[in-house]
Structure formats: structure tokens, C-alpha cells
């Protein structure tokens, strides 16, 4: 079945450091592949996503591309701040938009960041 | 501001009673919801999709005996976890789909369960 690895955290950085976010997955078809950001107290929200391969997504600094041949789709960002600190999600769906089916996801990283 | 919203947030329950959890979409209908459940360090795992006026479809290794799922209107979903254990104890979460807008989906804040 359909799997995704991401690296375990907690994640510590300080203030302006630039950020790599691990993610590799395993599906059967051509999946769409997504980041979820979940802040203390909130719901998860969708940071980016990106549904063939070589699509980057972005979105409020951060970054994926989605690399067929390695399987994965490693979030960055060049420079974080304090207000990024939050538990991040990368997901797939073998579903285009994942309406009609669930996603799956990794265990999620925590993402810690210092002044 | 919340686009699917969970209720309760929290809730403590006593062994062997039974509890429900709303899953609302508050601004768009959602033919499909979809129940996550989350224990501590480990993924979120799917548990059911929601279907509005049939029945759930629930994934492999989950009771539809114990988690109840009701779709009754376009905007309503609710899970109830029935004679709970201390095992039920977990991370609740749902997301609707909205269907034309990029299709993106939308999770709720997450509901945490603890039986007691």
C-alpha cells in the first residue's frame, strides 16, 4: 500500500536558518503529494502541494518539488522565523485533488524555532 | 477563519460510555468527510470516509460496530465512539473535500479523546 516517510523531529533551529524537511513516499500509481501545516491549537491547513512530477510547490517562503525518481518531496525554506514553529505533514493522495479518497500521511514533524 | 470546524475539542470520558464527535463544514457542502485518528508519534491514520445519505465506507481493521458514522445533511458528520476503552483514547480529526476550488481539503482543529 501506499506509505510515507518523513523525518522524525523535533526539528530545533534558530531564528533565519534555512529549513530541509524530509519526506520520501511509496505508491502503486502517480500520486498527488502534499504538505499540511498544523499550528498549537489549529487544524490542519494545506502549506503546498504539487500533482506531477517536477511541479514545485510553494507557498509563504516554503518549497517541493516533486522528484519522481527519487520519490520524494523535501519541504525547505531559506529562512524561518518564530512564527513558523508548528507540526508539519507531507501526505499523498492517489487521487488528483484528493477528493474522493483519504490521504495518506507521515507521522508528522515538529518544527521548533529559536529567536 | 475555520472552514470545517470539530466539536468538542476535548472531551473525558468514563469506560464503557459512549461519545460523538461533529465534524461541520461551515461554508460549503461536503457529499464526503473523511475520519482520521492520530495516537501519539505515529501518523494520522484513515479510519472512514463519510458519505452523505449512504452508508461509511470504513478502512481495513476498523469496527463500524465501535465508530459510528452518521452523514445525515451536506454539512454534518459525526462520529460517535461507542462503550469507549481506555484504548479509544486518541487524536480525532476530520477533513471535508471542497469539490471546485482547487480542490482542496479542508481539516478540522481535531478532537482529543480521553477514556477514563
Known amino acids: 500500500g501506499d506509505s510515507v516517510t518523513q523525518m522524525e523531529g523535533p526539528v530545533t533551529l534558530s531564528e533565519e536558518a534555512f529549513l530541509t524537511i524530509n519526506c520520501t513516499y511509496t505508491a502503486t500509481g502517480y500520486p498527488s503529494l502534499f504538505w499540511y501545516v498544523q499550528y498549537p491549537g489549529e487544524g490542519l491547513q494545506l502549506l503546498l502541494k504539487a500533482t506531477k512530477a517536477d511541479d514545485k510547490g510553494s507557498n509563504k517562503g516554503f518549497e517541493a518539488t516533486y522528484r519522481k525518481e527519487t520519490t520524494s518531496f523535501h519541504l525547505e525554506k531559506g529562512s524561518v522565523q518564530v512564527s513558523d514553529s508548528a507540526v508539519y505533514f507531507c501526505a499523498l493522495s492517489e487521487n488528483s485533488g484528493g477528493g474522493a479518497d483519504g490521504l495518506t500521511f507521515g507521522k508528522g514533524t515538529h518544527l521548533i524555532i529559536q529567536p | 477563519g475555520a472552514v470545517v470546524s470539530q466539536h468538542p475539542s476535548w472531551v473525558i470520558c468514563k469506560s464503557g460510555t459512549s461519545v460523538k464527535i461533529e465534524c461541520r463544514s461551515l461554508?460549503?457542502?461536503?457529499?464526503?468527510m473523511f475520519w482520521y485518528r492520530q495516537f501519539p508519534k505515529q501518523s494520522l491514520m484513515l479510519m472512514a470516509t463519510s458519505n452523505e445519505g449512504s452508508k461509511a465506507t470504513y478502512e481495513q481493521g476498523v469496527e463500524k460496530d465501535k465508530f459510528l458514522i452518521n452523514h445525515a445533511s451536506l454539512t454534518l458528520s459525526t462520529l460517535t465512539v461507542t462503550s469507549a476503552h481506555p484504548e479509544d483514547s486518541s487524536f480525532y480529526i476530520c477533513?471535508?473535500?471542497?469539490?471546485?476550488?482547487?480542490?482542496?481539503?479542508?481539516f478540522g482543529e481535531g478532537s482529543w479523546l480521553t477514556v477514563v
Open positions: 477533513s471535508a473535500p471542497r469539490v471546485g476550488r482547487g480542490n482542496t481539503i479542508y
Open positions: 461554508d460549503f457542502q461536503a457529499t464526503t
